[in-house]
């Protein structure tokens, strides 16, 4: 037996006790683990240091180098999120619907957790104290595989929060890290069908594709975002302005960032060189297209492949197109169905994009930086769902469940 397959073994079992938890019991063990993660920061920083260290010394680009890092301030954010997840309503038991029959039987559906959830991902320590209060919350147990990049900050915070649950009633098991990060042990995480109920890749394009491809495991698909704006004909310049800046320069590493910016032919010539001087004063990097690269001297050509590009960089695809159709078409085309905007003051013009643009969130005149569990209310997430089954978008806690159908009767029988 491997040690991934002992990680199962346990976690199946955890899950099972952790399920029937009261609502209580699961609250207190988040405040110990959010209590936890604040009182040892040091040690926490101290630990995401010596893979920062190694990051810089292996020539890991800056926006990666952000995902990796953690502070004081990102660590109090972790633990507030583990609070926040604690003042959500329970979804467990939760009835979704119930009816009676004309037999008498009563039909209840119910919701309950998935088991077991695997989460595999890269480079962002940040995801380990988020999934484990998620999955607690949830009633599910969690088997965390990270990335080498950041093995010895995620080996830290799960010692730190596994032992401040299970000393605050949780189960042995409940949160688990695999202590590998060779592809392997990977592998074997997406084999554990007997014991793994769901996996939930978080990475690049092709962590999410090597998951989906190889799992034996369902696999819910999340994080790819090449997400666009779109500057429509009557859009309000400074606010698309301020938009465009916000969605590609906030943070430029992480999956709801703008990749393409789609500007109407009708403001292309006044937008794009005000829009260009903000974004090359924050260190942006534009390739346009030939349209774009004639009222913008001086900047690369963009090839069919930007169009497709994830960069979690500040480099930014430029197209200027000649209508909203043409706009929607090429995020229909090339977008990941993740986060998606249009900047406009034409109420018919948001009403088509938001109807046939594909995409799990669809913006008018706003950021599509906004894409994020505790943005939307919802607390903190697993991660941005861009498929269409079960879950889609922000997963919180009701996407962690499942659901089943409780029958009460008093003799019946079918005939």
């Not at 900050?153 to 596994?162: A, D, K, P």
């Amino acid at each position: 037996m491997n040690i991934v397959e002992e990680l199962g073994i346990r976690a199946s079992g955890a899950a099972r006790r952790l399920a029937v938890l009261t609502a209580e019991i699961k609250n207190h063990a988040l405040e110990e683990m959010a209590q936890a993660l604040t009182s040892r920061v040091e040690e926490i920083l101290a630990a995401n240091e010596e893979d920062r260290r190694a990051g810089m010394g292996s020539g890991m680009s800056d926006a990666l180098l952000d995902r990796l890092t953690l502070s004081e301030k990102r660590v109090e954010e972790m633990a507030r999120g583990l609070r926040e997840v604690a003042a959500l309503a329970d979804p467990v038991g939760e009835v979704v619907a119930g009816w009676r029959l004309a037999n008498g039987l009563e039909i209840s559906k119910v919701r309950v957790p998935l088991g077991v959830v695997g989460i595999i991902y890269e480079a962002r320590p940040n995801v380990t104290a988020d999934a484990a209060g998620l999955c607690v919350k949830s009633g599910n147990a969690v088997i965390l595989r990270g990335s080498s990049s950041a093995m010895n900050s995620n080996r830290f915070l799960t010692e730190v929060i596994s032992r401040a649950g299970e000393a605050a009633g949780l189960p042995a098991g409940c949160i688990q890290l695999v202590p590998l990060a060779d592809r392997e042990s990977a592998k074997e995480l997406m084999r554990l069908r007997d014991y793994v109920d769901v996996l939930i890749p978080r990475g690049g394009a092709g962590l999410i594709r090597t998951v989906v491809e190889e799992s034996t495991v369902p696999v819910i698909e999340t994080g790819v975002g090449n997400c666009h704006t779109f500057v429509d004909a009557s859009a309000d310049l400074d606010m698309a302005e301020r938009i465009a800046v916000n969605a590609k320069t906030h943070r430029p590493g992480v999956c709801n960032a703008m990749e393409t910016m789609l500007v109407h032919e009708a403001v292309a010539a006044e937008f794009l060189p005000r829009v260009r001087r903000a974004l090359e004063e924050r260190g942006v990097e534009l390739r346009g297209c030939e349209r774009t690269r004639e009222m913008l001297q001086g900047i690369a050509a963009a090839t069919q492949d930007d169009w497709y590009e994830e960069y979690l960089d500040l480099i930014l695809a430029v197209r200027v197109v000649p209508s909203l159709g043409e706009a929607i078409a090429h995020i229909n085309t090339y977008g990941s169905r993740h986060s998606e905007a249009i900047v406009t003051s034409d109420l018919d013009a948001a009403r088509r994009f938001t109807a046939e643009v594909d995409a799990a969130d669809v913006y008018v005149n706003a950021s599509t930086r906004f894409t994020d569990g505790g943005q939307f209310g919802l607390g903190a997430e697993i991660g941005i769902s861009t498929q269409k089954l079960h879950a889609r978008g922000p997963m919180s806690l009701r996407e962690l469940t499942s659901t089943k159908f409780i029958i009460y009767g008093n003799g019946q029988v079918r005939s």
